[in-house]
């Protein structure tokens, strides 16, 4: 014998089928809505991200560029120092080599006094108040112009690497 199964009972179970499908169907379409706003909030997550990461590094690049300039000025104005005071030092040295230009020494008056047997110099209208002076040899001249060279040319380079480390870290030196 057959079972007989009641139209009633089918009828629920074909109900509570398509109830579940819609069911299922409700919960697909709110968590895709929700998964979907979710996916647009990452998104525009990511595109502020992106953004500030962009400014960011135009910012540095500006930095970048700005102290670049700053260094190649100073390594202008260093070079246009060192090369006034080559200038400067050739000048010198021609005028001592063609005895146009004479460098001479304070002398102590006591050592004069004392019979040092230097003779002294007469200087027209000097800032020495009639003081003793003695005139160099020209070579002595030209090494002593020679050893202030090189100071000077210390100095100039001590001032460019001053300038340099300061362009690095100005906020050190404020």
């Known amino acids: 014998m057959p079972i007989a199964i009641p139209w ?31 996916a647009r909030q990452h998104a525009e997550t990511l595109n502020q991200m992106t953004q500030a990461a962009a400014t960011a590094q135009q910012a ?58 230097v003779p002294a110099t007469a200087g027209a209208g000097g800032v020495d108040h009639a003081a003793v002076r003695a005139r160099l040899d020209p070579a002595h001249a030209q090494r002593i112009v020679a050893i202030t060279n090189e100071g000077d040319r210390g100095l100039i380079a001590l001032q460019a690497c001053q300038a340099y480390v300061r362009a690095l870290v100005p906020a050190h030196f404020e």
């Open 60 to 117: 540095e690049q500006d930095k970048r560029l700005a102290l670049e300039q700053r260094l190649a000025a100073s390594e202008q104005t260093h070079f246009r120092k060192m090369s006034d005071a080559q200038r400067d030092q050739d000048r010198l040295r021609d005028r001592l080599a063609t005895s146009d230009l004479r460098l001479s020494v304070l002398l102590d008056s006591t050592a004069t006094a004392q019979g040092s047997g």
């Open 8 to 38: 009633q009972f089918i009828g629920a179970v074909v109900l509570v089928l398509i109830g579940a499908g819609g069911a299922w169907q409700f919960q697909d379409w709110r968590y895709g809505k929700q998964l979907a706003e979710q």
